[in-house]
C-alpha cells in the first residue's frame, strides 16, 4: 500500500525539502502540492489523499476553515497541521477540528515521517474494523428479524433488494411492531452500513428544540445557544437517519425536511452557510400520513418524498405463528443477561402467550418475557411468572389478593423479587418495575428492603 500525501505550505522551499525527504522513505509517495489553502482543499477533493500536511497560515483561506473543509470532504484523511507559532489555544482547536496532530517549526524530519507512520497505521487498523463489522453484520442480517410470518417473509425479500441503493423508506406499522429494528437492519445491510446510524424519536423531542436537534445550532443563534452544535442530518453523514415518528413533525419543520431532502444540503439555525449532507433517511409512523395529508396537517410533497419504498409491518396479533419464536428468542437473550437457570416456556406459559391479544405488540411481548425471566426461577417460564392480565387471574399477586394481603405487601414483595433476580442492580429493577431510580430508592427506604447480591 502505497501512502498518498499531499503538501501545503506557501514556502515553496519548505515544500521542496519536505518532499525530498518524505519520498525517500519506502511506501509514501507526495501526490500534490499547494501553496493557498483554496488549493489544498481542491486537491483534496481531486486527489483523496491519505494524509494532508499543511501549514495553519497560508495566503487566503483561513488555516482552520481549511482544515474544517478537508475535514468534509473526507473524514478518511488525516491532516497534520504544521505552524512556526507556538500556541495551545491553537493546538487545542485544531484538534477540536479533527486534526490528527500539530507540530511547530523548525521540525525534524523524523517527526513527521514517525506520524505519518502512525496515521496510516491507523487507517489500516480502522478500515479492518470496518470490515470485520460489515461481515459480522451481514453474517446477522436477519438475527433481531425474528419470525415466518409470510408478511415478514416477503419484507425480509424486500430489505435484501432495497439495502444498498439510497431510496428513502417509510415505515408504518403500529407502537411496537418493529419499525426501528428494520430500520436499523436495513441500514446494517447497505453499503452504509459501517456508517453512523442515527436515530431521532421527533415526538419525544420538544417542538421548539426539534430543528436545532436535527439542523444543529450556532452560537448565539437563541437563548442559551452558548456553544455550536452538529445536528443529526451531520452526524449521520455517511450512514442512515431515522426519523421515528415523523408524522408529529410541525408543518413549518417539514419544509426544512423536503428541502434537505431534495437540495441534500442543509444549513443550520442561526448560520449563513450552506453543509452539503450525504444521508439515508428512513422515516417511520404509526400514524395514517395519507389521511393526515388530506387534513393538511402533513405536507403531501414530503409525503411522496418520504414513501419512496413504503414497508408495513404487521400486527403481532396478525402473526401469531412468531409468537413462540419471538417468545423463545427473548428468552435466550434476557437469561444470558439476568438469569441463565431459565431455559424455556412451559406449554401452560406458551398457550396463554397464545391467547392473548398483543395491544403493545413485539415490544410488550419481549417486555412480558423479560419480567417473566427476571422473576422466574427456572428452568422453564410458568404461568405464575406471566403478569396476572395475561392469565386472566393466574399470576401470583392475583393469589396474594384472595389472601387479603395489603396493596403495600405486594408491592414490597415485587420489588424485593426483582431486586433479588437483579441482584440488587436498581436501574435495571427500576426499569422492569416501570418506574425512574429515584422513586425505587425511596420505596426501598419506605419498606426496609435490604439490598443482597447473590
Known sequence: MTIQVILADDQPLIRAGLRRLIEQTPGIDVTGEAGTGAEAVQLTRDTGPDVVIMDIRMPGMDGMEVLRRIRELNEQTDVIVVTAVKSLKTAVETIKLGAYDYITKPFDIHEILALIKRVVEKQELMKEVLYLRDEVARDHRFENLVGRNSRMEEIYALVTRIADNNATVLLNGESGTGKEVLARVIHQQSNRGHRPFVPVNCAAIPSELLESELFGHEKGSFTGAIA??????????????????????????????????????????????????????????????????????????????????????????????????????????????????????????????????????????????????????????????????????????????????????????????????????????AAILGIDRRTLYRKIRRYGIKLTQE
Do not use: C
Not at 238 to 260: N, P
Not at 282 to 309: C, G, M, P, Q, S
Open 228 to 429: 455550536t452544535k452538529v445536528g443529526k442530518f451531520e452526524l449521520a453523514t455517511g450512514g442512515s437517519l431515522f426519523l421515528d415518528e415523523v408524522g408529529s413533525m410541525r408543518l413549518d419543520l417539514q419544509a426544512k425536511i423536503l428541502r434537505a431532502l431534495q437540495e441534500r444540503e442543509i444549513e443550520r439555525v442561526g448560520g449563513t452557510r450552506t453543509i452539503k449532507i450525504d444521508v439515508r433517511v428512513i422515516a417511520a409512523t404509526n400514524r395514517d400520513l395519507k389521511k393526515a395529508v388530506e387534513e393538511a396537517t402533513f405536507r403531501e410533497d414530503l409525503y411522496y418524498r418520504l414513501n419512496v419504498v413504503p414497508i408495513t409491518l404487521p400486527d403481532l396479533k396478525d402473526r401469531q405463528e412468531d409468537i413462540p419464536l419471538l417468545a423463545n428468542h427473548f428468552v435466550q437473550k434476557f437469561a444470558k443477561e439476568s438469569n441463565p437457570s431459565v431455559r424455556e416456556i412451559s406449554k401452560e406459559a406458551m398457550g396463554i402467550l397464545l391467547s392473548y391479544p398483543w395491544p403493545g405488540n413485539v415490544r410488550e411481548l419481549e417486555n412480558v418475557i423479560e419480567r417473566a425471566v427476571t422473576l422466574g426461577r427456572g428452568p422453564a417460564i410458568l404461568p405464575s411468572d406471566l403478569p396476572p392480565h395475561l392469565a386472566g387471574g393466574a399470576g401470583p399477586v392475583e393469589r396474594a389478593l384472595v389472601q387479603e394481603a395489603s396493596l403495600e405487601d405486594l408491592e414490597r414483595d415485587y420489588i424485593g423479587a426483582v431486586l433479588r433476580r437483579t441482584k440488587g442492580h436498581q436501574i435495571r429493577a
